[in-house]
């Protein structure tokens, strides 16, 4: 399983948002210059992000983009689900009452997966990144 580059640009753009939460609005070329998005791309992928409730563009001078939620509240899963929509391993009708054990497999992975997914908030992922480069400084 892979996930598309708009799940991966999609995740560096919320993630810049969750780092300046508190802060401001965000303008869309700071972002894309940032995180090294093509702009009209990010423009795309922002306008997903505003249908699915996770962020909201303000206009004006001092306009540009925030989160909606709070870091914490937003997954990886919601953003899995924002740009790949529904997540399914396994076409079994659900209608069916004796799974073959492929699909008894498949759907318990299916299950881990969003699982993990949905444990994985952006509040965890800036944590992460603060403690890799806190690793990676050195001093002389």
């Known amino acids: 399983?892979?996930?598309?580059?708009k799940v991966k640009y999609g995740l560096q753009a919320l993630l810049e948002l969750a780092a300046n939460y508190d802060k401001k609005t965000l303008k869309i070329g700071e972002m894309a210059n940032k995180q090294k998005?093509?702009?009209?791309?990010?423009?795309?992928?922002?306008?997903?992000?505003?249908?699915?409730d996770l962020v909201k563009s303000v206009r004006g001078k001092s306009g540009g983009y925030m989160l909606l939620k709070r870091p914490f509240e937003i997954t990886m899963l919601d953003v899995v689900l924002a740009f790949e929509g529904a997540m399914e391993f396994c076409a079994c009708s659900s209608k069916v009452k004796k799974k073959n054990i492929v699909c008894e497999v498949l759907t318990e992975i299916e299950s881990c997966v969003k699982e993990k997914l949905?444990?994985?908030t952006l509040d965890d992922m800036l944590a992460r990144d603060e403690k890799s480069k806190k690793l990676h400084t050195y001093n002389i």
């Not at 399983?1 to 580059?5: E, G």
């Not at 998005?37 to 699915?52: A, C, D, N």
């Open 1 to 5: 399983m892979r996930f598309s580059i």
């Open 37 to 52: 998005i093509p702009i009209r791309y990010l423009e795309q992928l922002l306008l997903v992000l505003k249908r699915r």
């Open 118 to 120: 949905s444990s994985i």
